[in-house]
């Protein structure tokens, strides 16, 4: 990917977050892409199973308090486990546009990597003990990295706060 080309905020966005995995002393190895169709394509274009593409979610717990909850591809929060893990009666996903406004990056590219704003990492227990692959602040671009690795770069709570998707 080449430099970011001033005032083009994808392209700032972009290289935000390929700096943010450079600098964080994680092995990882870039993939980029086109853009996919799917949960397999997106797997296969990044060689790893399914469950190993990790989503980055960005919840809103209250006003102005967000976290990002790291979920495989191949799962979905679970919010009554989410809810009963963060002590919460609400909890929310934010507009694409606040969710760009918190992290910096558009939805699809959301990574907890170069994010505007620290926000503490929930990561689904299921993520752990294999190599996973994770946004990197653009369409068609991860990073393949050691999910403990990952955990502890991001100091990341870990509990089970996903189901299977259904179907």
């Avoid at 700096?19 to 990044?46: M, N, P, Q």
């Avoid at 918190?102 to 990561?123: D, H, K, M, N, Q």
């Amino acid at each position: 990917m080449s430099e970011a080309a001033p005032g083009d905020p994808a392209a700032e966005a972009a290289a935000r977050a390929r700096a943010a995995v450079a600098t964080s002393g994680l092995a990882y190895e870039i993939t980029e892409h086109g853009r996919v169709r799917s949960l397999a394509e997106a797997a296969a274009a990044r060689g790893v199973e399914p469950g190993g593409i990790v989503k980055t979610l960005v919840v809103r717990r209250a006003e102005d308090d967000y976290l990002f909850v790291l979920v495989p591809g191949d799962r979905e929060i679970s919010w009554p486990k989410l809810r009963a893990h963060l002590g919460v009666n609400r909890i929310s996903m934010p507009d694409a546009d606040t969710a760009r406004e918190v992290t910096g990056y558009e939805r699809g590219t959301i990574t907890p990597f170069g994010s505007l704003r620290r926000l503490p990492v929930l990561a689904d227990a299921t993520i752990t003990g294999r190599t996973v692959s994770v946004g990197a602040g653009a369409h068609g671009v991860a990073a393949t990295v050691g999910a403990d690795a990952l955990v502890a770069v991001l100091d990341a709570d870990v509990a089970d706060v996903t189901d299977p998707v259904a179907g």
